[in-house]
């Protein structure tokens, strides 16, 4: 298994409060990325980084930013949290940017009240 | 832009029934197309996917894809459904532009494998 951990795993939280969320890897990955699985929506991205410092939003970026100071460390982070953003949120991760397939941590479950 | 279509969210078989997940997708240019699997509680896992190499892909665990251009479809099949088959199924599709292995995910198909 890729060496991918998000943390925390589980986070309840109030509605306005900010919200950080991390995921370290352990491969060396040059891309980087934060989807968010809703039902009937499937996963959608939020972000991607793509190096050091360099990231670009995804599909549902409004109200999440993220930061890249590592090649290890991408944090997501939710600067007013609401309760659209209850949610389970996955970081993958992909070596290339060809057809290189995409590793998956094993989710935060943030509920925001 | 890309996209995909996953038709029935939820689909039911017996054990050493045909699995069938349909995706169709809509791309411009030639896809570069995937099916991940989720088990509960768990993060997504390559089942298999699609790079123009070969029109049927063999994934792991028994499962295969056929991409259809006529069709725009990418199906997935297993002769033989068996217990541990059931999870969630997306089907996606590479995006074209910018780096990375940027995905669009389908809405996800739920199997159920009954005795």
């Known amino acids: 298994d890729a060496g991918i951990t998000q943390s925390p795993r589980h986070k309840v939280t109030e509605t306005g409060t900010p919200v950080t969320l991390r995921c370290h890897q352990t491969?060396?990955?040059?891309?980087m990325y934060w989807y968010r699985q809703d039902p009937g929506h499937g996963l959608r991205l939020i972000h991607y980084s793509y190096g050091v410092k360099d990231t670009d939003k995804g599909e549902v970026s409004d109200g999440y930013s993220v930061s890249r100071s590592k090649t290890e460390d991408f944090l997501l982070t939710l600067e007013s949290a609401t309760s659209s953003q209850t949610s389970v949120y996955f970081c993958?991760?992909?070596?290339?940017?060809?057809?290189?397939?995409?590793?998956f941590g094993s989710g935060t479950q943030l509920s925001v009240l | 832009a890309q996209s995909v279509t996953q038709l029935g969210s939820h689909v039911s078989v017996s054990e050493g029934a045909l699995v069938l997940l349909r995706c169709n997708y809509s791309?411009?240019?030639?896809?570069?197309l995937f099916w991940y699997v989720q088990y509960p509680n768990q993060g997504l896992q390559l089942l298999l996917k699609?790079?123009?190499?070969?029109?049927l892909v063999k994934g792991i665990n028994g499962f295969e894809a056929e991409f259809k251009k006529s069709e725009t479809s990418f199906h997935l099949t297993k002769p033989s459904a068996h217990m541990s088959d059931a999870a969630e199924y997306f089907c996606a599709v590479r995006g074209v532009t910018g780096g990375g292995n940027k995905l669009t995910f389908g809405t996800g198909t739920q199997l159920k494998v009954e005795l």
């Open positions: 699609y790079t123009s190499a070969a029109t």
């Open positions: 791309s411009s240019v030639p896809p570069y």
């Open positions: 993958a991760i992909s070596e290339g940017q060809s057809n290189e397939k995409l590793f």
């Open positions: 491969e060396n990955h040059r891309y």
